[in-house]
């Protein structure tokens, strides 16, 4: 089993900084990628982006591209979310997930995010 814990979420103004963090505890020997995905408030979970635990390779939804930026410790077992350039359209509650490498998710409870414009 794996546990995922996501943390630094809060109201931040429009155009502002902040970093998500998502540790992961238990079975975390089989990490195939972790991701971040995001629900705002009436609409369905959407992508946001995903690195590959193994070679670092990333995506990222269109919509943060050249925004946000994802990142990995392998040491710790924990991905982030670095995101610039905020916008009120980002306003939503941000899940971490990982996939293992029998294509297994687990998800985090998830963290809220709130831009101000």
């Known amino acids: 089993q794996v546990h995922l814990v996501e943390s630094g979420g809060g109201l931040v103004q429009a155009g502002g900084s902040l970093r998500l963090s998502c540790a992961a505890s238990?079975?975390?020997?089989?990490?195939?990628?972790m991701s971040w995905f995001r629900q705002a408030p009436g609409k369905e979970r959407e992508f946001v982006a995903a690195?590959?635990?193994?070679?670092?390779?990333?995506n990222y939804a269109d919509s943060v591209k050249g925004r946000f930026t994802i990142s990995r410790d392998n040491a710790k077992d924990t991905v982030f979310l670095q995101m610039n350039s905020q916008k009120p359209e980002d306003t939503a509650v941000y899940y971490c997930n990982l996939k293992s490498s029998t294509l297994v998710n687990f998800w985090g409870r998830g963290t809220p995010f709130t831009i101000s414009s």
């Open positions: 238990g079975r975390t020997f089989s990490i195939y990628a």
């Open positions: 690195i590959r635990w193994t070679g670092g390779y990333t």
